[in-house]
Structure formats: structure tokens, C-alpha cells
């Protein structure tokens, strides 16, 4: 069964310095790997999608790497800014289109 | 891409009623998929509905308690069957659809948040 780890759990840091999130998974037999963005109380908002055949993905302040063979993606958010505050959730998709999320990082940016 | 809308946005339920979800797409989709995200917690997914069958419930989760419609190709709704307090929750529809880059990702609804007293 696939397992999906996000380490930290939790991370604050002060605003301009890089982010940092790891994501791990059991099973590399992926389709594809989604990060996500989800603000308290709200629904998810889709940041970087990489297929399986990739190696990484960017977009603006934003670049995903994905090593499939060893079961592990990495998020680094650029100079963080306060508005980079919430949850980001890592999420592995079968073939058909069912995602296994791991439990989340929170992080908090200061002023 | 997709759009997904969800009704009701929230709701307060009491114990032993029932409510049922609805979610509609902008586009045809063949894939439907509801995740529950309980409180402090990520996401699981609760059953795939594909129109004109019927929905495949992961470990844990069955029809009884979560019947699920799929009457077309942009619309579902789940029911939450006879409600007590751990079924509160955020319910989320997904669909799987082509992307900006012309790969299928999934979108997500922007759920509804349900609270049973």
C-alpha cells in the first residue's frame, strides 16, 4: 500500500529566506505527483504537477524535483514571502487518478 | 483545466440525519473522486464515481454509509448517512482532466465543511 511522508511536519522561517519540503513515498510506481496549497478552512489549490517521467517542474518562485526510483520529491518556495503561509500538502496519483496525500507541512513566514 | 462548484458550502447537522453533497463541473469528466479531510488531518479518499456504474468505495468506506450518485458526466452527490460527531469533516469532489500542459492532474472542489452536534 502506498505511504506518503512529508517531513517537517511544521516550519516557520523569516520572510526572504527559501523553503524547503520533502515528500516521500513508498511505491514508485506513480502516475504523476501533485503539490498543493491549502489555506485554513479552505479547499486546495493545485501549485506544481510533475508526471512520472519528469525530473522537475517550475513555476515563478516555485520548482518541484521528483526522484521516482528513490521514492522522494522536494518543494522549494523562494524568498518567502508572509503570504506564503499555509498548509502544502504532497499527493501521488495511480493511473487512475487517485491521489494518496501525505500528512502536510504547515508553514508559518514572519514579517 | 476544470471548475468545480459545491453545495452547501457548510452546513450544522444534527446527529442521525442526513446530508447529501452536491458537485458540479464545468466540463465532462469520466472520473469523479470525494476525499474527507478530518479535522488536523490530510485527506483520504472516500470512493471513485464513474458515470454509469457504480461507485468503488476505498478500505473503510461503504455504501451504506456514503451512497454516492453520478447521474452524468459533470455531476455527482454524496450522502452522509445517519450523522454522528466523527463524521465531521471537510468534503471534497475532485475530477481528473486535462491541464494547462496537456497532461490530466486533479482539481479540487472548494468543499464543503460539515459539522455534526
Known amino acids: 500500500k502506498q505511504e506518503v511522508t512529508q517531513i517537517p511536519a511544521a516550519l516557520s522561517v523569516p520572510e526572504g529566506e527559501n523553503l524547503v519540503l520533502n515528500c516521500s513515498f513508498t511505491?514508485?510506481?506513480?502516475?504523476?505527483l501533485q503539490w498543493f496549497r491549502q489555506d485554513p478552512g479552505k479547499g486546495l489549490t493545485s501549485l506544481l504537477l510533475i508526471q512520472s517521467s519528469q525530473r522537475e517542474q517550475t513555476s515563478g518562485r516555485l520548482n518541484a524535483s521528483l526522484d521516482k526510483s528513490s521514492g522522494r520529491s522536494t518543494l522549494y518556495i523562494a524568498a518567502s514571502q508572509p503570504g506564503d503561509s499555509a498548509t502544502y500538502l504532497c499527493a501521488v496519483s495511480d493511473s487512475w487518478g487517485k491521489l494518496q496525500f501525505g500528512a502536510g507541512t504547515q508553514v508559518v513566514v514572519t514579517p | 483545466s476544470a471548475v468545480i462548484s459545491q453545495k452547501p458550502s457548510r452546513d450544522i447537522c444534527q446527529r442521525g440525519t442526513s446530508l447529501t453533497i452536491q458537485c458540479q463541473v464545468d466540463?465532462?469528466?469520466?472520473?469523479m473522486f470525494w476525499y474527507r479531510q478530518q479535522p488536523g488531518q490530510s485527506l483520504t479518499l472516500i470512493a471513485t464515481?464513474?458515470?454509469?456504474?457504480?461507485?468503488?468505495?476505498e478500505s473503510g468506506f461503504v455504501i451504506d454509509k456514503f451512497p454516492i450518485s453520478r447521474p452524468n458526466l459533470t455531476f455527482s452527490t454524496l450522502t452522509v448517512s445517519n450523522m454522528s460527531p466523527e463524521d465531521s469533516s471537510i468534503y471534497l469532489c475532485s475530477v481528473d482532466a486535462r491541464g494547462g500542459d496537456g497532461f490530466n492532474e486533479q482539481f479540487f472542489g472548494p468543499g464543503t465543511r460539515l459539522t455534526v452536534l
Open positions: 466540463s465532462q469528466v469520466t472520473m
Open positions: 511505491d514508485s510506481a506513480i502516475y504523476n
Open positions: 464515481a464513474n458515470q454509469g456504474s457504480e461507485a468503488t468505495y
